[in-house]
């Protein structure tokens, strides 16, 4: 669990990539810097709190061949981060090779005091930008806050971001893309990182899988008529949220009443597995309900009957009947005991 509370940002630099200068962002003799420690702290506490997936930093020989986890084993504390800011732009512009991704800014802060699993920890965050000159911008007595709120520049108007948190053992990753650009330079090459295979990817793994089941209509010769579909879904729904633990069979045996649809599921699910190259899960995990919560709006069950009507199914799939009358026309029999 992370709790964003008591989070600082202990220091900040933003680098030009074409020109590589440098400016240092958080001057406490400047009042009007803590503009720009509230708007870092602002963009740190929200990434950190809607996130899906934890990532690990990966190599396909050595870990330790990893450009970034070796400056991150390197670095020796806030006061240095300037000297790592220079070395990760190194990196970045060895990976910046297509001729759609600008160049832009990066902002890099050292933050300190996030909770995490009931440790305080530091760690680091870096944005980049794709507004050029957004801080370099030739104005005397103007704070670097200032330029931020003169740029117009607001939380949500970063392209990639990456925080990193200084866990005991191994390094967890957060990352934001909000633009392809032609590339996943950012998380293969910059960062060079895979999803790490624990409760929050496997939370999502679960709700994917049976989404992905329950957009065919038919598997395996086995056709699931809509309102069985709905039920799935809301059962699905009902226990991540209302679980604490993640156990396979016993969600089977909640989720799917009819053994037909239960043995459907199962030979989906292997196949699923196997065309997307994933593990089997080692059961009971933690449901991680931050990724419940993001994903619910995945799950939504809705029979949808041409341009007329939408029939939501919030539960009990026994009070709906589907047929067909005698001159063809389908329809749907809904029971209820009061109209609200």
């Not at 506490?45 to 400056?71: E, G, P, R």
């Not at 991680?288 to 939408?310: P, R």
């Amino acid at each position: 669990m992370i709790i964003t509370k008591e989070v600082k940002i202990r220091n900040a630099w933003c680098f030009n990539l074409t020109t590589l200068r440098s400016i240092e962002m958080l001057n406490k003799n400047e009042e009007s810097d803590l503009d720009t420690e509230t708007f870092l702290k602002n963009v740190l506490v929200k990434n950190l709190s809607n996130y899906t997936d934890i990532y690990h930093f990966s190599h396909h020989v050595d870990n330790d061949f990893n450009v970034i986890q070796s400056l991150i084993n390197s670095y020796q504390g806030y006061n240095y981060l300037l000297e790592f800011g220079k070395d990760c732009i190194k990196h970045l512009l060895a990976n910046i090779q297509h001729p759609n991704i600008k160049k832009g800014e990066l902002i890099i802060c050292h933050f300190e005091d996030l909770l995490v699993d009931g440790v305080y920890i530091d760690g680091i965050c870096i944005l980049k930008l794709e507004k050029e000159k957004l801080f370099f911008e030739p104005q005397r007595h103007v704070s670097t806050s200032q330029k931020i709120l003169s740029s117009g520049f607001g939380e949500s108007e970063y392209e990639k971001l990456a925080i990193i948190l200084f866990t005991p053992n191994k390094h967890q990753i957060i990352i934001n893309e909000k633009s392809a650009k032609e590339s996943k330079y950012w998380s293969d090459n910059f960062l060079n990182i895979e999803v790490a295979n624990d409760n929050h990817h496997l939370t999502k793994m679960i709700i994917d899988v049976t989404k992905k089941y329950l957009e065919n209509e038919t598997y395996n010769g086995l056709t699931i008529n809509k309102p069985d579909r709905a039920d799935i879904l809301n059962k699905t729904v009902e226990y991540l949220k209302n679980k604490d633990s993640f156990e396979y069979e016993e969600f089977k045996n909640d989720i799917f009443s009819k053994e037909d649809i239960k043995s459907n599921f199962e030979e989906f699910q292997i196949q699923y597995k196997i065309a997307s190259n994933i593990h089997e899960p080692e059961t009971p995990f933690e449901i991680s309900k931050n990724v419940v919560k993001k994903q619910l709006s995945k799950l939504k069950s809705v029979i949808k009957l041409d341009g007329n009507f939408h029939i939501y199914v919030h539960g009990n799939s026994s009070l709906i009947e589907q047929g067909t009358d005698l001159n063809g026309r389908k329809f749907y029999k809904i029971y209820f005991e009061y109209e609200e």
